[in-house]
T-cell receptor
């Protein structure tokens, strides 16, 4: 089945130790997104890639970076995690048709704990 | 500014009774409207969307939503609730005039269905 996969599902890191979260998709969608979600709040968009074009949200901290080496994979790098970065991180994808993005499909999420 | 409001933090309903989860939006132009459901420690699952056409949209798991342009509402409904419908529900809007890459999520409504 076509899907969005996130690894690992649970990640524990230490304060200040860099961590990378992974997302892959078999939907062949040209847009990939990273969201941060805290305590059942609304997901907050960090950034998205439209093909190879990176689009950062204005309020995303510099501590958060992303890489998209190919259509299928996208990574979220947190350079120096703080306690406030503990959250669920959601990857999503969507297809662009006629210049407009359609429905977003989400992965299961990675829950990050910072000790 | 674009916004989505889910006026109820929580909705309680008995199994077998109809349920409604409310959503209102504020977007210039014609919006794309979505409902997603989230179970504990999982990503968001797409339920249904409205882009154009019939105001009553049918989605997954027996859910439907009614688009009301004059009231700028997009309430989620189900004729007969199941205990397994208990989850967190998010209404979302995308502005197609900006390519639809940015999704604005409501704060979420927690649905409890009692047996």
């Amino acid at each position: 089945d076509a899907m969005v996969i996130q690894n690992p599902r649970y990640q524990v890191t230490q304060f200040g130790k860099p961590v990378t979260l992974s997302c892959s998709q078999t939907l062949n969608h040209n847009v990939m997104y990273w969201y941060q979600q805290k305590s059942s709040q609304a997901p907050k968009l960090l950034f998205h890639y439209y093909d190879k074009d990176f689009n950062n949200e204005a309020d995303t901290p510099d501590n958060f970076q992303s890489r998209r080496p190919n259509t299928s994979f996208c990574f979220l790098d947190i350079r120096s995690p703080g306690l406030g970065d503990a959250a669920m991180y959601l990857c999503a994808t969507s297809r662009v048709t006629s210049g407009r993005s359609d429905t977003q499909y989400f992965g299961p999420g990675t829950r990050l704990t910072v000790l | 500014a674009q916004s989505v409001a889910q006026p109820e933090d929580q909705v309680n309903v008995a199994e077998g009774n109809p349920l409604t989860v409310k959503c209102t939006y504020s977007v210039s132009g014609n919006p794309y409207l979505f409902w997603y459901v989230q179970y504990p420690n999982r990503g968001l699952q797409f339920l249904l969307k409205y882009i154009t056409g019939d105001n009553l949209v049918k989605g997954s798991y027996g859910f439907e939503a009614e688009f009301n342009k004059s009231q700028t509402s997009f309430h989620l409904k189900k004729p007969s609730a199941l205990v397994s419908d208990s989850a967190l529900y998010f209404c979302a809007v995308r502005d197609p005039n900006t390519g639809g890459f940015k999704t604005i999520f409501g704060a979420g409504t927690r649905l409890f269905v009692k047996a």
